[in-house]
């Protein structure tokens, strides 16, 4: 283990000191080693890979092997940070053998120091297997991506009484099973503060307000990559995309002009191994 390595006990002492979390997702190895050297606490291996670096329109469409693939150069590029393993669909929902198994391919094929799922009470027997078997859980509620056609699409949950005494029931349910972090997603804030102070367990928040024990953002929203995304809760740290766009199209100018590349740019031949070389064009 690296001499500064985040461990589980360190996060959960933040939480009793009101110290917030960071954590941030990463894909692959530049953008784990940038997040890092940042400072980051957690790092997210997310499900989210399977729209902001794989093309699809949801999650349901990561495998496994996607997963596996990009939490090891993940792991190859963080050497301080908890890294957590987004499980994907169908990987923990049928079996609870199989979910164990593939859980623990995340640690050690993968190098994660711990995997997320998402659901409540239902998801109880699967997480408290996980973690008996050794691994820390990190749980997920409110929107969950995985089942976002049953919840009628993206949009906030839990905005009611029932639906916030719910959400409620289920955090209690997972933490008791031995779930170690809990993710809120688009919840309304007052609610997930007021659940985050009745939890042991430390809370992240993505569109559910400042009172969780921590944020997580998707590394390609908060550097606005694709700055066509940009629902409420986020906040754009730069404007990547609109730089990487205007680069592009600087170099194909440059290119199209010849101005690209220019002398310091080439590698130089002297002029007498030039000369000697064009002689023997002429033999």
């Known amino acids: 283990m690296e001499k500064n390595k985040i461990t589980l006990p360190y996060l959960h002492e933040k939480k009793s000191r009101g110290v917030p979390i960071t954590m941030l997702t990463a894909y692959d190895y530049p953008g784990a080693k940038q997040v890092d050297l940042a400072g980051i606490d957690m ?38 940070a908890f890294l957590v393993g987004d499980m994907p669909f169908l990987s923990y929902q049928a079996d609870v053998r199989d979910a164990v198994y593939n859980a623990g391919r995340f640690i050690q094929e993968a190098g994660m120091d711990a995997v997320k799922l998402e659901g409540g009470k239902e998801r109880a027997t699967v997480i408290r297997a996980i973690s008996e078997a050794g691994i820390p859980v990190v749980g997920h509620l409110g929107l969950t991506p995985q089942s976002h056609t049953k919840l009628g699409g993206y949009k906030v949950q839990s905005k009611t009484a029932e639906g916030a005494n719910l959400l409620l029931e289920n955090a209690l349910a997972i933490e008791q099973a031995g779930c170690s972090f809990l993710v809120f997603e688009m919840v309304p804030a007052r609610i997930a503060e007021y659940i985050s102070k009745k939890l042991t367990i430390p809370t992240i ?66 002029e007498e191994e030039y000369a000697a070389f064009m002689a023997m064009q002429d033999e």
């Open 205 to 270: 928040g993505i569109g559910a307000g400042n009172g969780c024990d921590g944020q997580v953002l998707v590394y390609h929203d908060m550097l606005g990559i694709n700055s066509e995304f940009n629902p409420k809760f986020l906040k754009q740290f730069a404007s990547l995309g609109k730089d990487a766009s205007a680069a592009i199209k600087d170099y194909s100018v440059a290119v199209e002009s010849r101005a690209y590349p220019a002398v310091e740019h080439s590698f130089m031949i002297n």
């Open 43 to 80: 790092i997210l291996v997310g499900d989210s890979l399977a729209m902001v670096v794989l093309g699809y329109d949801s999650t349901v469409h990561v495998t496994m092997e996607d997963m596996l693939h990009h939490c090891k150069a993940v792991n190859r590029g963080a050497r301080r």
